[in-house]
């Protein structure tokens, strides 16, 4: 099955974490010059229980360098993602980020919100998004578990693509488990650290960054590296 994202002619960026660091400078500049936004919108919401002010502050220092600002959205509960304000500051975004944390908090919080509605209008009126680790996973369907690495439903961003995220640092046995488990209606894609597999408006995917994307198609694993098109999930 090729994934497809929803009806987007905005550009998608799913990193394997590790977001904000040295290695993800080029191709973050990229969606930058891409999106043609002077402000990133970041939701740290996966990082509720972690510190979010420290993401918040990770980005700013990160795009601050890139010559961009940072609008930090303390979507933290279930609460903020139901307020139509912020819901508003998302759906006019032309460049939104969700970090990394905990997929499973992330997913209950943005689940059929208005802010959720927000994110994918945004997209398909063509803005960036990017999504690291939890991120990630959670925005495509189906959603790798983190629990034991089996599959539940994501938020469905995109179709029929699995992300595994930390793909290169992973334990093992979540890995083949993920694999071994993968629905035949899927795809499944493994993410190093401070690598991104960008979609473009026109449906091509490529690989970016400083590790390697692995896409897992039954027993078929091809491996991309930083500038290739990722050719098994074209449109």
């Known amino acids: 099955m ?15 974490g590790g977001e904000w660091g040295d290695d993800c400078r080029a191709f973050d500049r990229d969606l930058l ?18 510190h979010p002010e420290r993401a918040i ?27 139509q304000e912020v819901a508003a500051t998302v759906r006019k975004a032309r460049f939104v980020y969700l970090g990394d944390g905990s997929p499973m908090h992330l997913r209950s919080v943005l689940k059929d919100s208005p802010l959720f509605d927000a994110l ?15 991120g990630a996973t959670v925005i495509c369907d189906p959603m790798v578990d983190p629990r034991g690495g089996a599959y539940t439903v994501g938020l469905g961003l995109v179709v029929g693509l699995a992300v595994f995220p930390y793909h290169g640092s992973a334990a093992d046995h979540l890995r083949e488990r993920s ?11 493994g993410i190093d650290e401070q690598t991104a597999i960008v979609r473009d408006p026109g449906g091509a995917w490529r690989a970016e960054g400083a590790g390697n994307v692995s896409v897992y198609e039954g027993d078929v694993i091809t491996t991309y590296t930083g500038g290739q098109a990722v050719d098994r999930l074209a449109i």
């Open 120 to 134: 994918r209008d945004a997209y398909e009126a063509g803005a960036v998004i990017a999504a690291s680790g939890a």
């Open 33 to 50: 010059d891409r999106s043609e936004a002077k402000k990133v919108v970041v939701l740290p919401t996966a990082a509720a229980f972690e």
């Open 57 to 83: 502050e990770r980005a700013q220092a990160h795009f601050d360098g890139l010559g961009a600002g940072v609008e930090g959205l303390m979507v933290l509960h279930r609460s903020e993602a139901e307020d």
């Open 179 to 189: 694999i071994d488990l993968l629905p035949n209606s899927a795809s499944l894609v």
């Open 2 to 16: 090729t994934p497809k994202a929803r009806a987007g002619v905005g550009t998608l960026a799913l990193i394997g």
